[in-house]
């Protein structure tokens, strides 16, 4: 059984940043990709980013790019959210996910088998 437990939310104002991690176990988590995604209130759940088995590919939703860095720790079986120029509109229950099939890249929610609790994100204008 795949376990993932996010930590590192939390209240910023806009502009500052907050790190999100992940940690896995039950699994060889270097074969499989991994994803965040984000649900706001009212809203479906989105993806955010995702990041390749090995680390060397990353993909990055439109509204994030160039703000958030998705990265992982292969021998500590963690992956990151470094979320920079934070906006209110980033508010949301951040999810990290794993991928159920080995050596694939994915943004669509309905591949990711595994998923965190959630943490929650606020970003105060």
């Known amino acids: 059984q795949v376990q993932l437990v996010e930590s590192g939310g939390g209240l910023v104002q806009a502009g500052g940043s907050l790190r999100l991690s992940c940690a896995a176990s039950?699994?060889?988590?270097?074969?499989?990709?991994m994803g965040w995604f984000r649900q706001a209130p009212g809203k479906e759940r989105e993806f955010v980013a995702a990041?390749?088995?090995?680390?060397?590919?990353?993909y990055y939703a439109d509204s994030v790019k160039g703000r958030f860095t998705i990265s992982r720790d292969n021998a500590k079986n963690t992956v990151s959210l470094q979320m920079n120029t934070l906006k209110p509109e980033d508010t949301a229950v951040y999810y990290c996910?794993?991928?159920?099939?080995?050596?694939?890249?994915?943004?669509?929610?309905?591949?990711?088998?595994?998923w965190g609790q959630g943490t929650q994100v606020t970003v105060s204008s």
């Open positions: 996910a794993a991928d159920q099939t080995q050596l694939r890249l994915s943004r669509t929610m309905r591949e990711y088998a595994y």
């Open positions: 990041v390749s088995w090995s680390g060397s590919i990353t």
């Open positions: 039950g699994r060889t988590f270097s074969s499989y990709g």
